[in-house]
Nanobody, 123 residues
Framework: QVQLVESGGGLVQAGGSLRLSCAAS????????MGWFRQAPGKEREFVAG????????YYADSVKGRFTISRENAKNTVYLQMNSLKPEDTAVYYC????????????????WGQGTQVTVSS
């Protein structure tokens, strides 16, 4: 079992930045690739960014490329999502999730999920 807890969400103006954190506990964190997803009101949850277990490879949704950066510190059992140049359309609940496979964007490939943290971007 892996427990995931997100933090760092909040209200920010368009053009601003936020850094989300996801703290993991339980089984060996560094065995898992990690991903961030988001769900906006009235929309389906979508993939945002992913990072391999080693941290050496990252991958992003086209909508956030160049603005968001995913990273991880295995020694701290934590994965981050740095979000810059935020837009109102980035408003959503953001979730982190763990998978045993690298380079996957499909939600059903992710085994463990956090409860989510709200990000609201005002115009």
């Amino acid at each position: 079992q892996v427990q995931l807890v997100e933090s760092g969400g909040g209200l920010v103006q368009a053009g601003g930045s936020l850094r989300l954190s996801c703290a993991a506990s339980g089984r060996a964190f560094n065995y898992y690739a990690m991903g961030w997803f988001r769900q906006a009101p009235g929309k389906e949850r979508e993939f945002v960014a992913g990072i391999a277990w080693s941290g050496g490879n990252t991958y992003y949704a086209d909508s956030v490329k160049g603005r968001f950066t995913i990273s991880r510190e295995n020694a701290k059992n934590t994965v981050y999502l740095q979000m810059n140049s935020l837009k109102p359309e980035d408003t959503a609940v953001y979730y982190c999730a763990a998978t045993t496979r690298d380079y996957v964007e499909e939600q059903n490939e992710y085994i463990y999920w956090g409860q989510g943290t709200q990000v609201t971007v005002s115009s």
